[in-house]
């Protein structure tokens, strides 16, 4: 059962940034694009961020310029650096493998996420 951590979270004001970790048990990030995931209350959740087994990196519009994925395959971790936020990042934020569709994701791999407050 694969396990993913993530930390970093927490509450800023506007223009702040925070820096995301996400820690996987075994070979999951050595071996598959991973991302970054968040969820507003009452929205769906979205990708924000995704890299490849290559180092490549993908990007949603919203968070293009302000966000950037790393991962570091030795220490199965992932990162999210996250600059001039808005209250509009305000969500819980995951990190999991990348699929066609986030449904296709097992569901009991998510882990139980990190808050990101952005006050105005």
């Known amino acids: 059962q694969v396990q993913l951590v993530e930390s970093g979270g927490g509450l800023v004001q506007a223009g702040g940034s925070l820096r995301l970790s996400c820690a996987a048990s075994?070979?999951?990030?050595?071996?598959?694009?991973m991302g970054w995931y968040r969820q507003a209350p009452g929205k769906q959740r979205e990708l924000v961020a995704s890299?490849?087994?290559?180092?490549?990196?993908i990007y949603a519009d919203s968070v293009k310029g302000r966000f950037t994925i790393s991962r570091d395959n030795a220490e199965n971790t992932v990162y999210l650096e996250m600059n001039s936020l808005k209250p509009e990042d305000t969500a819980v934020y995951y990190c999991?493998?990348?699929?066609?569709?986030?449904?296709?994701?097992?569901?009991?791999?998510w882990g139980r996420g990190t808050q990101v407050t952005v006050s105005s």
């Open positions: 890299i490849t087994t290559g180092g490549r990196a």
């Open positions: 075994g070979s999951i990030v050595r071996t598959n694009a």
């Open positions: 999991n493998v990348v699929r066609i569709t986030i449904a296709s994701i097992p569901f009991d791999s």
